[in-house]
Structure formats: C-alpha cells, structure tokens
C-alpha cells in the first residue's frame, strides 16, 4: 500500500486512468522532432471529479467546466504527463500534494480535456 494511504481513501477512487509520458520520436522531414506518448503507468487507481464555475466574459455569465484528478500518494505524474480515463484524454495543468498531519494522504492533478 503506498505511503499515506489508507483504505477509505482507496475506497473512493473507483475510476482507473493511463498515465502517459511524452517521448522523443524520429525526425520528421522538415528536421522537425516528432513526439510521441507512451503508457507509464496503466490500470492506475483513480477518482476524476468534474467541476464548474461560473466566470463573468465579454458581461456574459458562462459555466466553465474542469476536471480535478485523485491518486494514490507516491504515484508519478507532472504537468509533462497526460491521462487517460475511459477513452478521452486530459492534459495536466498542475500537481499538488494533499497532505495530512503525518503524511502525504494523496495527490490531486488538475485537468483539461483534450478535444479532437
């Protein structure tokens, strides 16, 4: 069991996730580098919470929607990652730690969904 956790945290993370890693590829045609994204962690324990808030663009009040991503403490992952959760694909914006009086209790990752 990873540092920090325990078992009614692990009991909410009822999603799994991918967690991938940007690699270097070949070079292009143009002598550009192309990169590619590789699997560093599968099958990862996970919980992905959607949130809203309402900002104020042009006067106009718009509802704007992100994703807030738990892990287990211990795991790797940096906004040089991305994730996979049930077949769409998030960016990660930020990483931080939540941490408990003893320990690191777990990790929360803020998202974006990745369209197209």
């Given at each position: ?11 909410l ?19 550009q ?7 560093e ?5 996970c919980r ?8 104020i ?10 994703y ?22 998030y ?26």
């Amino acid at each position: 069991m990873p540092v920090g956790a325990n078992d009614g945290f692990l009991s909410l993370l009822k999603d799994t996730c991918t967690i991938q890693a940007k690699t270097v590829g070949v070079t292009d045609g143009l002598g550009q580098q192309v990169f590619a994204w590789t699997n560093e962690t599968e099958d990862e324990p996970c919980r992905l919470e959607v949130t809203s808030d309402t900002e104020i663009i042009n006067e106009q009040a718009v509802v704007v929607q992100g994703y807030n991503l738990m892990l287990q403490s211990g795991v790797t992952i940096s906004e040089d990652h991305r994730v996979i959760i049930s077949g769409l694909t998030y960016s990660v914006n930020a990483v931080r730690g939540a941490d408990d009086a003893d320990s690191a209790h777990h990790i929360e990752a803020v998202l974006d969904l990745i369209k197209g």
